[in-house]
């Protein structure tokens, strides 16, 4: 299984792309996708506790399961700037 | 009316979208790029999907807490320059004061909940000028 994963502003530009596909397995939340990508892109890590989550085009919490093929969005507070 | 776009946005058709028959006021906000210093344009990067769901539904939610009968927000996508226009926000209502309370209460709510980016485009420094020589 596995979701597309949407990147915004700074962390975009951090990560170095808008879109990726990102493998989940049963049980797991956005939050343990957002787990990941912080591993995979430390320079995410400051941002962890202010991002704004969404799945499928809806803000979300970090504790929302996935299904196969949903889109996470990850993205900065709006208005926000871009570093 | 509600829409995110590169071009130049149409104030006229904005103001025209909300016009009705039973409206006494039609209030326009528009959001313009500052010259702050340094800065010569914003560029916005939006969500697009999200943003127009966004709005489409702040736009419910702001007729059912002000009694406005119309309100459109058509906002702008990429490169703004000093003195453009970012945003545009109408709402039209019977009378004045609920027009005017909906347009600030939609304004605020873009800015809280509608997934648009903005970065500050700098100005290029002026190139270093060569010496004259004298007598040149």
Known sequence: MRVRVKLFATYREIVGRRELAWPIHAGDTIGTVVDGLVVKHPGLGPFRDTMLLAVNEEFVHADVALADGDEVAIMPPVSGGIA | MIAVQRGRIDIAAVVDSVRRQD?????????????????????????????????????????????????????????????????????????????FAACGWAMDEVKRIVPIWKAEAVKAPKAARRPRRSGA
């Open chain 2, 23 to 99: 409206a006494g006021a039609v209030v326009l906000f528009l959001g313009t790029v500052r010259a702050d210093p340094g800065v010569a344009a914003l560029d916005y990067e939006v969500y697009r999907p999200m943003a127009i769901r966004r709005m489409t539904d702040l736009v419910d939610r702001a007729k059912a807490k002000f009694g406005v009968l119309d309100v459109s927000i058509v906002h702008r996508l990429g490169r703004v320059p000093v003195g453009g226009d970012s945003v545009a926000i109408a709402c039209s209502a019977p009378h004045r004061k609920e027009a």
